[in-house]
T-cell receptor, first 112, second 116 residues
């Protein structure tokens, strides 16, 4: 069974640009969550999607958005990038009745 | 709001010995899940062990076990017979048992160093 797949693994963008990150969950998993990991703030919850609906949202500005498709794949978008958006972005998937979250390898975003 | 605290930024242990990582949390909920995740240099977050709050019995997974003290809101991880491959960041995480909320709340992490 394939794990959670995040693409791309690495990304370098310029301030002011926008970026889209992709996450393919484990087959059968309908919940996808996104987290931002930085040395200063640690791991912070961005949002969670379940059956194409955003179910929960963390405390991030509106520049951070996401969506989920009918096949449960999810994308997150960050517009008007700032230097502080440089981080490891982790995606996790869970079963509808699941307790555990399974993580992808992350996308390392660097904003210059 | 729930919080998770890991007070040990770094721990070191001799290979083959036992080490305990500490975690405390705060919540007003009665039903929830607690997790320990491991993040090696590869960055992928790997589930180590899970504990349901309604279970009194401490969870065990091979060399990994927890000491769950619900009243004290404490959730420590014991690693027995430490191996070089155990070197990683370890994160304690909390999740509500509400079906509509899969958000994980994380501690700051503990860096575990294994001395050969």
């Amino acid at each position: 069974k394939a794990g959670v797949t995040q693409t791309p693994r690495y990304l370098i963008k310029t301030r002011g640009q926008q970026v889209t990150l992709s996450c393919s969950p484990i087959s059968g998993h309908r919940s996808v969550s996104w987290y931002q990991q930085t040395p200063g703030q640690g791991l912070q919850f961005l949002f969670e999607y379940f059956s194409e609906t955003q179910r929960n949202k963390g405390n991030f500005p509106g520049r951070f958005s996401g969506r989920q498709f009918s096949n449960s794949r999810s994308e997150m978008n960050v517009s008007t990038l700032e230097l502080g958006d440089s981080a490891l972005y982790l995606c996790a998937s869970s079963l509808a009745t699941g307790r555990e979250a399974f993580f992808g390898q992350g996308t390392r975003l660097t904003v210059v | 709001a729930q919080t998770v605290t890991q007070s040990q930024p770094e721990m070191s242990v001799q290979e083959a010995e036992t080490v305990t990582l500490s975690c405390t949390y705060d919540t007003s909920e009665s039903d929830y899940y607690l997790f320990w995740y491991k993040q090696p240099p590869s960055r992928q977050m790997i589930l180590v062990i899970r504990q349901e709050a309604y279970k009194q019995q401490n969870a065990t997974e091979n060399r990994f076990s927890v000491n769950f003290q619900k009243a004290a809101k404490s959730f420590s991880l014991k690693i027995s017979d430490s191996q070089l491959g155990d070197a990683a960041m370890y994160f304690c995480a909390y999740r509500s048992a509400l079906a509509s909320n899969y958000q994980l709340i994380w501690g700051a992490g503990t860096k575990l160093i294994i001395k050969p």
